[in-house]
């Protein structure tokens, strides 16, 4: 079993910048790490993923070059580090633990990233 906490989401104008975390319990290091989103009236979409060693990062068309996701396996944390914001990004941003052999999935229970002016 993994527990997945957010922080760091809030609001936020145009342009600037936040920190989201996401602290885990459990064999952190065993799982690939990702973020997602979800903004009202969308499907939930993939914003960023880290392999479980953090070798390996993919990001969304519409986060490269302003979102870096990143993870620290000895605080069991993972982070995502979104700059340049636009409104667009206004979302509910959940993190997900993902491992495959045995399959499992976790979901955080989501932090409110609001960009308005």
């Known amino acids: 079993q993994v527990q997945l906490v957010e922080s760091g989401g809030g609001l936020v104008q145009p342009g600037g910048s936040l920190r989201l975390s996401c602290a885990a319990s459990g064999s952190f290091s065993m799982y690939a790490m990702s973020w997602y989103r979800q903004a009202p009236g969308k499907e939930r979409e993939l914003v960023a993923a880290?392999?479980?060693?953090?070798?390996?990062?993919n990001y969304a068309d519409s986060v490269k070059g302003r979102f870096t996701i990143s993870r620290d396996n000895a605080k069991n944390t993972v982070y995502l580090q979104m700059n340049n914001l636009k409104p667009e990004d206004t979302a509910v941003y959940y993190c997900k633990a993902r491992r495959d052999y045995p399959l499992r999935q976790y979901w955080g229970q989501g932090t409110q990233v609001t960009v308005s002016s």
């Open positions: 880290i392999s479980s060693g953090g070798g390996s990062t």
